[in-house]
C-alpha cells in the first residue's frame, strides 16, 4: 500500500535499514494504517517512538497474540486512566494482550467500586423508604451495592444487575423484598421509578404472588403517609412491569 511504501522510505532515511517484501506484508498486517495515530497519541503523551522498533515491537505482538496498534492505544488510555501518567516502562509492554487485559480488569474493578460506593449512598437516603410487615412476614429496603445487585439477578435468575448503573446514576431505585426470618436470601425485586412501581419480579421474572401483591400494596400506603410522593412531587402508584 502506498501507507506502507511511505513507511519504507521513512525508515530508510532513520536508520537506513531496507525492509524485504515480506517485511512489508507483515507490517501492513498489524494494523499499520493507524501507526501515525499512534505514533502521534505517544507524543501527546510525552514520548517520541522510534519508527523501527516500534514496528518491530508492533510485529511481535501482532505476531503472538494478535494484537495491534488499537490494542497498544487502549492499553495507554488505560494506565494514565489509572496512573494520571503513562510510565516509561508501561510503553512497551512485553506482552501487551496479557497487560491489556490485566489493566482492562483493574480498570472495571475502579469503576465496580465507585458505582458501589454511588449505590451505597444512594441507599442511605432511601433508608426512610425501608418496611416491614409482620402479617405478609415480609420486608424492603434499597439495594445497597453492585456486589448486592450482582448477586440478586444470580440467585434470581434475572438481569437486575446491570441495572448498577442506573441506581448509581439515580435514573431508577432497586428495592430487595425478603422474608423476615430470611434476610440474606433473594425473593422478589422491585424496581421504583420515581414514585411509580416500574416492576416487581421474582424467580425467572414471575409475576407477583398474593402475599408480595399485598405487601406492595402497604408498602405504597406507608409512602404516602411519610409524604414520600408528595416531597418528590410525583404521585405513587403501582406499575404493570414487564
Known amino acids: 500500500s502506498i501507507e506502507a511504501l511511505e513507511l519504507y522510505k521513512q525508515a530508510i532515511k532513520?536508520?537506513?535499514?531496507?525492509?524485504?517484501?515480506?517485511?512489508?506484508?507483515?507490517i501492513e498486517r498489524i494494523g499499520i494504517s493507524s501507526f501515525n495515530n499512534t505514533v502521534?497519541?505517544?507524543?501527546?503523551?510525552?514520548?517520541?517512538?522510534?519508527?523501527?522498533?516500534?514496528l518491530n515491537y508492533l510485529r511481535a505482538q501482532h505476531d503472538a497474540d494478535g494484537s495491534d496498534t488499537?490494542?497498544?492505544?487502549?492499553?495507554?488510555?488505560?494506565?494514565?486512566?489509572?496512573?494520571?501518567?503513562?510510565?516509561?516502562?508501561?510503553?512497551?509492554?512485553?506482552h501487551l494482550k496479557a497487560a491489556h487485559d490485566q489493566v482492562m480488569g483493574l480498570v472495571q474493578q475502579k469503576k465496580n467500586k465507585a458505582t458501589s460506593e454511588a449505590i451505597a449512598?444512594?441507599?442511605?437516603?432511601?433508608?426512610?423508604?425501608?418496611?416491614?410487615d409482620k402479617e405478609t412476614g415480609l420486608f424492603i429496603r434499597a439495594a445497597a451495592?453492585?456486589?448486592?445487585?450482582?448477586?440478586?439477578?444470580?440467585?434470581?435468575?434475572?438481569?437486575?444487575?446491570?441495572?448498577?448503573?442506573?441506581?448509581?446514576?439515580r435514573r431508577t431505585s432497586?428495592?430487595?423484598?425478603?422474608?423476615?426470618?430470611?434476610p440474606e436470601v433473594p425473593f422478589f425485586t422491585l424496581e421504583l421509578?420515581?414514585?411509580?412501581?416500574?416492576?416487581?419480579?421474582?424467580?425467572?421474572?414471575?409475576?407477583?404472588?398474593?402475599?408480595v401483591e399485598e405487601f406492595e400494596t402497604k408498602w405504597l400506603k406507608y409512602l404516602k403517609e411519610i409524604n414520600y410522593g408528595k416531597r418528590n412531587n410525583r404521585s405513587i402508584a403501582a406499575g404493570a412491569g414487564a
Not at 532513520?14 to 507483515?26: A, G, L, N, P, Y
Open 121 to 132: 449512598k444512594y441507599a442511605e437516603e432511601l433508608k426512610p423508604l425501608e418496611f416491614e
Open 14 to 26: 532513520e536508520r537506513r535499514i531496507r525492509w524485504s517484501v515480506e517485511q512489508i506484508k507483515q
Open 70 to 94: 488499537s490494542t497498544l492505544r487502549d492499553y495507554w488510555d488505560m494506565v494514565v486512566e489509572l496512573e494520571k501518567s503513562l510510565p516509561a516502562e508501561k510503553v512497551f509492554p512485553k
Open 174 to 182: 432497586i428495592f430487595f423484598i425478603r422474608h423476615i426470618d430470611e
Open 193 to 211: 421509578q420515581g414514585n411509580i412501581v416500574q416492576q416487581n419480579r421474582g424467580d425467572r421474572n414471575c409475576p407477583r404472588t398474593p402475599e
Open 145 to 169: 451495592s453492585h456486589e448486592e445487585l450482582i448477586n440478586e439477578g444470580k440467585y434470581l435468575h434475572t438481569c437486575v444487575g446491570s441495572y448498577a448503573k442506573s441506581v448509581a446514576n
Open 40 to 54: 502521534k497519541k505517544a507524543s501527546e503523551l510525552g514520548y517520541e517512538l522510534p519508527m523501527i522498533r516500534t
